[in-house]
């Protein structure tokens, strides 16, 4: 049963007299809330007979331990000061309530369809981390170790690391197990641990930048204008050099970022209505702004300096539309094997055999794999020319690089996509 907004770790443990039990309590209990018949929460701020918004505005809400509470049982129940039900609503199950669900949903900002269909895992981890990004814990560490099960991850929990190290250890886990680079679209103050990562689990508080979606037709029209501005072999060569990228590495607090990489040239700064505007010119980008309340330090010396700026576009792999080979429904139109030499030379057809793509194949297979490439690659240049939000990099006396923290999203748009190519490469960011 929960009880208000009480931690479920005591500070005697935290203290580390049983460091055994706090692993053990920390790593299980996601696991625990998740194998209950029926989870009670007493919510002992909220009096009797409460309207619709008092669970929102409880004190129970804004606990880092508490987000379990409700995403892991199947089956919970709100209990008002006087054990009276919350909404005088005697249904078996509120995570049925539609209007608890939305109040649920309002507090984590997100989508109610998203928090009904939560999971466990790395999956979706940008909006996990937003609907987290509001809450507190009285241990500073927990504000990470309290999001363990979420992530489905196991790692020690080592009270006295301080926050960024709890939260940087939790984020670089999450990166190098997924590739899911989302976790990384943030605004505000960088971690000591990594750059990449956000001091504070607060700046995940806003939504993360989207771009509009294309409309078939949308792309269609930018398919159709590119066949006329940039050559096939430079579509299918940027598409080649993308698909060979490897995915996003995380390990001992250094980020290998596949990416395109745009040198900044020139830089203006500007100052307007208590904001620091900078004009900024790159390599292969139009030209763009950067807004921001505080000083960027590195473009404040009246001296030109000799540093190398970049903005970068992490690369997604999602871009390229392959097949998704996860689907377990890709299995079921694989043929049976036999036994002759026939039926082997047939299976390996159906599957996609380098016969299929050698000039002495199929010229009809191989026209129609030569079709669907060209499609793609085409498809990934029409997205290419759309917004995007941009990482600010400085690089540094070894040659790696740092993230400029800014307080805003930085938008930056491609403006000749046949100068690209080489600027394909992998980053190391620490």
Known sequence: MSRGFTEYIPSSLAGGQNNVEVQQSVNSMFIWYCHSTLTVIYLSDVPPSSKPGALASSAWNTRGWTVQEFLAPNFVLFYQRDWSLYLDDRSPNHKDSLIIMQEMADVAGIDTQALIAFRPGMRFAREKLQCVSARVTTCQEDIAYSLFGIFGVNLPAI???????????????VVAQSGDISALDWVGQSSEFNSCL?????????????????????????????????????????????????????????????????????????????QEIYEVKADGLLDLLITTEDKLIQFSSPRPTMQTFLLVRPWNRHLLELPDFTEPSGL????????????????WSALGSPSQQSSGGFPEAQESVDSELSGRALRLAARLRQPFGAFLLAQQHGGEYKIIASDHDIFAQVKDLSSISDMVKTLEIS
């Open 198 to 274: 956000p001091a504070d689990i607060a700046s995940y508080k806003a939504p993360p930048y989207t771009v509009s979606s294309l409309s078939e037709d949308d792309i269609q029209a930018s398919i159709s204008s590119l066949r006329h501005e940039v050559a096939a072999d430079v579509v299918l060569k940027l598409y080649t050099l993308l698909g060979n990228l490897s995915a996003s590495r995380f390990g001992n607090c250094r980020l290998h970022l596949p990416c395109i990489a745009f040198r900044v040239t020139a830089v203006k700064r500007n100052r307007a209505q208590d």
């Open 332 to 347: 079921a139109e694989l043929p049976e094997i036999a036994g002759d030499r026939e039926s082997e030379e047939g299976c």
């Open 159 to 173: 009270y006295g690391e301080k926050k960024q190290k709890a939260l940087g250890r939790l984020l670089q886990e």
